[in-house]
């Protein structure tokens, strides 16, 4: 089955705790973004991949960082969690960005306190 | 700062009445325009993409584009309560990706 994984899928953490979000597509797809959905503002996209090893900012990349090392995966990594991060965090990959079809993941809900 | 403006709603219709989600956007050279329907508590999934000014059909649903308006409309004919959801516009760019924050929409039996 063609799909998007995140994990985890809930996260509380505190402040300044290193975590990472895992992503992993098994479509083959070169395309893979991040987005933080917060309430009344829309996704907005953190950062994105355009291949291996090369990603670059989006909207709002401030206290974020990700990788790119294999195709199929695109882990996000939050360095020292605020509490300005507490959001609901979406992976999307497609074959091209911006014509075809972005595939998105089934989110994860982070709580940082 | 490149914007995508949606209604946020709710916008309320009968079943089987034709439901209109309006959306603007500030960047001109835009290049690609996309709905997506999001349930509560899922992610988005995609309904219409287009590229090029006029309509454009799929099944019960009509985009509409008007690059010198700048302005994407979603028409959903014979609204079913299955389409309750919020409806994100977005708009596409040299690899950013814009989206508004959403119009909600209750279909109501």
């Known amino acids: 089955e063609a799909q998007v994984t995140q994990n985890p899928r809930y996260l509380i953490t505190v402040t300044g705790k290193k975590l990472t979000v895992t992503c992993s597509q098994n479509?083959?797809?070169?395309?893979m973004s991040w987005y933080r959905q917060d309430p009344g503002l829309g996704l907005r996209q953190i950062y994105y991949?355009?291949?291996?090893?090369?990603?670059d900012k989006g909207d709002v990349p401030e206290g974020y960082k990700v990788s790119r090392k294999e195709k199929r995966n695109f882990p996000l990594i939050l360095e020292s969690p605020s509490p300005n991060q507490t959001s609901l965090y979406f992976c999307?990959?497609?074959?091209?960005?911006?014509?075809?079809?972005?595939?998105f993941g089934p989110g994860t809900r982070l709580l940082v306190l | 700062q490149k914007e995508v403006e949606q209604n946020s709603g709710p916008l309320s219709v009968p079943e089987g009445a034709i439901a209109s989600l309006n959306c603007t956007y500030s960047d001109r050279v835009s290049q690609s325009f996309f709905w997506y329907r999001q349930y509560s508590g899922k992610s988005p999934e995609l309904i219409m993409s287009?590229?090029?000014?006029g309509d454009k059909e799929d099944g019960r649903f009509t985009a509409q584009l008007n690059k010198a308006s700048q302005y994407v409309s979603l028409l959903i004919r014979d609204s079913q309560p299955s389409d309750s959801a919020t409806y994100l516009c977005?708009?596409?760019?040299?690899?950013?990706?814009?989206f508004g924050a959403g119009t909600r929409l209750t279909v109501k039996p």
């Open positions: 977005a708009a596409y760019n040299n690899n950013d990706m814009r």
């Open positions: 479509m083959n797809h070169e395309y």
């Open positions: 999307a990959s497609s074959f091209l960005a911006g014509v075809e079809t972005q595939y």
């Open positions: 287009i590229y090029s000014n």
């Open positions: 991949s355009m291949n291996v090893e090369v990603t």
